[in-house]
């Protein structure tokens, strides 16, 4: 407040100076456009209420205001309305930076005592823009006036440092890492917003430097509130107090030449009489009309177009892959994992990832474990990092244990997991690692894997799948055209709820018959009312003929969980057993589960495949037998005489190799029961 009392009384004392400094009359240039140079010095203001930046970790209790100093200079344009009111538009460069700091008292054991400690929290930032201002002018006297408008800027730097320093005690006390600070990182602020908006209000007073009022010197004050926060899910923004200067500059209106009043035309001839209208040819005749009518299944011709809807429910056993990968160097959790805002996790359900594929649902791991963890207040996790022990990752445990506390602080922080309940670990390779010297095996040893004492918490999925087969209309026509002059072209639509669904089109005559079948079934599957037709045909004579819309009542038909087997009404399940480790066709504890779980459902009379798969690690012949292993293995672990045995081996990728959970899911057994439904 104190900056904003001292910037309005400089900008005031230079009111006395226009009066009593202007001696020679200045002309006046209230009507005229003018350019202009602008620079501010701005003291920025921020308010926060937020404990960390996304993905970077920070023990602090909450920031809540920073301030720094900052720059704003560039170009502009403006114009006058009427005598009163003025727009200009700027464009330029603004600097919106400064320090966040906060304190805490704690309590720490520092060689065996207990000592009062303080520990600093700094965020550093470094926020630059380009962007525009639009303004608009009020003159409150001749030469003062209020401004007003927007500020609307693209950020272009977004930049900062963060620190966890211990203040007190001066000499004594270090953190875990063995220093008197922590949590340093600096970089590009994580998910920060590409646009800033702010509110702008502030004065201006203009001094004239000429008698001819084509240069001026402009003081302004402007306070600019910002609307819009600087990181995506943080309360942060920023305002500022900016005081400076303007030099524009309005050209001289051009001189208008004289008008010379042009001597009076002579007076315009009589019209001539008008020609006698002539005979209109008579138009040669064009009709048109047409019925329509749907094929059956024996190409019969009905009334009415029927859409069948078949529905199948299938049962799906999907295991939980307990890695979460890293990428190389890197202790952030990548992108692709799917993850939620604190107020997001009471609607979360496991039972809703049924329409999402294998791949999407595994990429909600954290939330499903989070979700579990809450459900069963008494089980506990260990969350074990590890690295690829190659290049800049080698023997780098420090790396290892930041990719596990991530992980953990996502548990605790969205999901609220008490972290007495999640015990981190660290190592190098993991102790099932995958090959080393294979970039995709690298790729899959920087990972972290979660174990729990409560086999509940990482059981597999299972889920119910629906598919829909449809069965769309077959369309038949029968258009009648009598035209004497030739046929240029024609066109048959058809419509539901004035969306085209089937089309036909030509040159020349009509054919006697058009057969069309009907596209959009996604929208089709909510269809009530008829389907309209129109037939338009166009003439050599330049004549165009559209029929009057007709209707085809659509019928539909919906048949559920009707799956046939020679006759018989089957129900179909899928299982996916994973994971086996890398080379290996042993069975681990999740694949007996789900072994168990699959023999209870399976009657006498079930049919059942084994289908073992590999990744594209590794030889294709080799990988054909190790997948036939898997799949053997899984049949002897059944304990049921008749299971056919396949090993489909990488020759069929069941899921993207490009990524490490991809090439994990894909070593892997399907299980296929189809049982008749008695």
């Known amino acids: 407040m104190k900056n904003i009392i001292w910037a309005a009384s400089l900008l005031l004392l230079f009111t006395p100076g226009v009066h009593f400094g202007q001696s020679t009359p200045v002309a006046d240039s209230s009507d005229r456009g003018s350019f202009a140079m602008f620079i501010n010095g701005a003291f920025n203001m921020h308010r926060a209420d937020f404990r960390a930046l996304p993905s970077i970790p920070n023990c602090c209790p909450r920031f809540e205001s920073g301030s720094g100093g900052g720059l704003a200079f560039g170009l502009g344009y403006e114009q006058p309305i009427d005598d009163r009111w003025r727009w200009t538009l700027r464009a330029g460069l603004f600097t919106r930076g400064g320090l966040l700091t906060t304190t805490e008292r704690e309590v720490l054991g520092i060689d065996g005592e207990r000592v009062e400690g303080t520990i600093e929290h700094v965020i550093d930032a470094s926020l630059t823009s380009f962007g525009l201002e639009p303004l608009a002018l009020y003159r409150l006297t001749p030469a003062l006036s209020a401004v007003g408008g927007a500020n609307v800027a693209l950020l272009t730097g977004r930049d900062y440092e963060q620190r966890e320093e211990l203040l007190q005690p001066a000499t004594r006390g270090v953190f875990e890492n063995g220093r008197r600070r922590r949590n340093e990182f600096a970089g590009e602020i994580p998910e920060a917003g590409s646009l800033h908006m702010a509110l702008v209000l502030g004065l201006r007073y203009e001094l004239p430097l000429d008698a001819a009022a084509t240069l001026f010197l402009q003081p302004e004050l402007m306070y600019e509130h ?153 089980a506990n996790i260990t969350i074990s990092g590890y690295n690829a022990n190659i290049d800049q990752e080698r023997n780098n445990r420090t790396l290892s244990m930041s990719r596990a506390e991530a992980v953990r602080e996502y548990l605790w922080d969205v999901w609220n997991i008490d972290v007495t309940r999640m015990k981190v670990r660290a190592g190098n390779l993991p102790p099932v690692s995958s090959n080393v010297s294979d970039p995709d095996g690298v790729a899959e040893n920087r990972r972290v894997e979660i174990a729990s004492d409560d086999f509940a918490i990482l059981e597999p999925l299972l889920l119910q799948e629906v598919d829909r087969n449809v069965t769309l209309p077959r369309l038949h026509f029968e258009p009648d055209v009598q035209a004497e002059a030739e046929l240029d072209n024609w066109r048959l639509e058809v419509r539901y709820n004035d969306v085209l669904v089937a089309s036909r089109q030509g040159q020349g005559a009509v054919p006697a018959t058009l057969l069309t079948e009907v596209n959009n079934d996604s929208l089709l599957l909510h269809a009530e009312g008829p389907f309209l037709y129109q037939l338009e045909v166009h003439d050599r004579a330049d004549q165009s003929l559209t029929t009057d819309a007709q209707a085809l009542p659509l019928e539909k038909s919906i048949t559920r969980t009707q799956i046939f087997e020679q006759g018989v009404e089957t129900s179909l399940e899928r299982y996916s057993l994973v994971v086996f480790p890398y080379n290996s066709a042993l069975l681990n504890r999740s694949n007996l589960a789900m072994i168990r779980y699959v023999r209870d459902r399976i009657s006498p009379r079930s049919t059942i495949i084994a289908r073992g798969y590999s990744d594209r690690l590794g030889e294709a012949a080799y990988n054909e037998t190790l997948s036939f292993e898997r799949a053997e293995a899984v049949a002897k672990a059944m304990g049921i005489d008749g299971i056919t045995v396949q090993g489909i081996g990488e020759s069929v990728l069941l899921y993207d190799n490009t990524f490490p959970e991809g090439r994990l899911y894909s070593r892997t057994v399907v299980l296929f029961v189809k049982s008749p439904i008695e």
Not at 321 to 346: C, G, K, M
Request: aromatic fraction near 6%.
């Open 226 to 378: 910002g609307l819009t926060p600087l990181v995506k899910g943080l309360n942060w923004s920023v305002s500022s107090l900016r005081g400076g200067v303007s030099v524009s500059y309005r050209p001289s209106p051009s001189p208008e030449p004289a008008v010379v009043a042009p001597p009076p035309p002579p007076p315009p001839p009589p019209p001539p009489p008008p020609p006698a209208p002539a005979e209109p040819e008579p138009l040669p005749l064009l009709t048109a009309s047409i019925s329509g009518a749907s094929l059956g299944l024996r190409g019969e011709l009905l009334d009415t177009a029927y859409l069948r809807v078949e529905t199948i429910e299938t049962t799906v056993g999907q295991p939980l892959l307990p890695f979460v990968f890293f990428e190389q160097n890197s202790a952030v959790i990548p992108e692709r994992y799917r993850r939620l805002l604190r107020d997001e996790t009471h609607s979360f359900d496991e039972d809703s990832l049924y329409a999402e594929s294998t791949l999407q649902r595994y990429h909600h791991l954290l939330n499903v474990i989070g979700a579990r963890l809450r459900a069963r207040p008494a």
